[in-house]
């Protein structure tokens, strides 16, 4: 995988924005502008760090709204990015806060995420960086299971390290995996705390059982292990001995505070019934939009590693708009979201280009499925345009509900080759036009039907 961004020396390497949108591109069709929205979103972050003067701390990110209706890649751009990405990055659904004292999600739960990803990132790092001496700390203990070092046999000792080194070659071939040794393993003890909300800890704003568990010794038990089942355990021991978690804690912190990203989904769900709404579940959603404003603007959050300051964090909101509007966000929040980016409904051509070109093609995925069944599943040109045909008329006569219906059609479609495809090895199936109408004519024909159906 590729990093978005290296600095080396007076030079930003990595991924440049046209670089970024054509890793995009291998997975999403269309959406030009969002593409590059984020794409140069993401660079001008790389941007920033490299800026010595006073001037950096004044560079905010700009946020960004993206608005289109459901199923056209408003997601599918913050899943590819949060694999492409080297930032710490959090998407989450708008629908799960709710402002404080309605039952839900405090809205400050998504900056201790993000921290939590952020020191995860760190950890992992520090990881590989030691990865070689826990792994020669790990043969040492269980050589020790396995041949304990006697210092009152000196005429012995001679003896003892060849045979030693007999076993550490055993090990490292893994030939003495099933073998049973017994280690001292050792477990924190968390208290039981019961708090009486939904989410627990997480209302608390700080973690109460890793509070008292600090305050308590681990337990140290003997336990008798297969030498497999006990390497991750001596390695995870090994690992929490040559880390310093102080300095993964303080490193964690400044890569979430400088680098991160949220992608906030369904913002429009948050939005419905517009501003006027003065009662019901308006009254909820109101609140959150205005416990997002110093979120986006610049606050500071407690977590449990420490405090969190929210102003250079990048917030990318994506939202249908169906049953709402842009503009009925509350003004404050509208102008915390200054980039808009409008993404495409999807016609035929789309659905043509998405069954085939993307590495995740449902195609594709569909001859992986069968393949090892041993089934050669093939589309031919006018198959491939039927699908994206039915799909896209379904989509204008039923509820649009974008590339999505592409998998409701698909499935109905490989139904009955899914099914027989265990007696079918050895086969070449090939998929048509007249195989598409005739698996699918007959609900397409019926709207009734294809509502519930397809």
């Known amino acids: 995988m590729s990093a978005i961004v290296e600095l080396s020396g007076q030079k930003i390497g990595g991924l440049t924005p046209s670089q970024i949108v054509a890793e995009l591109d291998k997975y999403i069709v269309g959406q030009d502008d969002a593409k590059r929205s984020v794409a140069i979103a993401l660079r001008n972050r790389m941007r920033r760090q490299m800026i010595e003067d006073d001037i950096r701390e004044e560079i905010k990110p700009k946020n960004i709204l993206m608005i289109g209706p459901t199923g056209v890649g408003k997601t599918e751009i913050s899943r590819r990015l949060a694999r492409l990405t080297t930032c710490p990055f959090v998407k989450v659904e708008a629908t799960k806060f709710t402002e404080v004292g309605y039952v839900g999600r405090d809205v400050e739960s998504m900056v201790r995420d993000l921290v939590n990803v952020a020191i995860d990132m760190v950890r992992e790092e520090e990881i590989l960086r030691v990865e070689g001496t826990a792994e020669s700390m790990v043969v040492e203990e269980l050589l020790n299971a396995l041949l304990p070092i006697s210092e009152k046999e000196p005429e012995r000792e001679e003896s003892a390290k060849k045979t030693r080194e ?29 708090v009486f909300s939904q989410d627990g800890m997480d209302q608390m704003g700080i973690d109460m059982g890793d509070m008292l568990s ?44 400088e680098m991160g990203i949220i992608f906030l989904d369904e913002i429009d769900k948050v939005a419905a019934g517009g501003r006027e709404e003065t009662s019901g579940p308006g009254v909820s959603r109101q609140g959150v939009q205005r416990d997002l404003l110093p979120l986006l603007e610049g606050t500071t959050v407690r977590t449990r590693y420490g405090a969190v300051d929210t102003g250079n964090i990048l917030f990318i909101a994506a939202g249908a708009f169906n049953m709402s509007k842009p503009s009925d966000l509350i003004p404050e929040l509208q102008g915390r979201l200054p980039i808009r980016v409008e993404l495409d409904s999807l016609t035929a051509d789309d659905f043509k280009r998405i069954l085939c070109e993307p590495k995740d093609a449902l195609t594709k995925q569909y001859s992986a499925i069968l393949g090892v069944e041993g089934v050669d599943l093939e589309f031919d040109e006018g198959a491939i345009e039927e699908i994206a045909n039915i799909s896209y008329e379904l989509n204008q006569t039923t509820e649009n509900i974008g590339a999505r219906r592409l998998a409701t059609v698909m499935e109905k479609l490989m139904e009955e080759i899914s099914f027989t495809a265990d007696g079918r090895a050895g086969e070449k199936v090939f998929i048509d036009s007249d195989y598409v109408r005739e698996r699918l004519a007959g609900i397409v024909d019926d709207p009734n039907l294809s509502r519930y159906i397809l």
């Open 166 to 194: 007999k076993l550490k070659t055993k090990l490292v071939n893994g030939d003495l995996e099933e073998r049973y040794i017994e280690i001292t393993v050792e477990e924190q003890v968390v208290p039981q705390v019961e």
């Open 214 to 257: 600090g305050l308590l010794p681990p337990s140290r038990k003997k336990r008798r292990l297969r030498i497999r089942d006990a390497r991750p355990i001596l390695f995870e021991q090994a690992v929490d001995s040559l880390i310093n978690m102080e300095d993964v804690r303080q490193r964690g912190l400044g890569l979430a505070e």
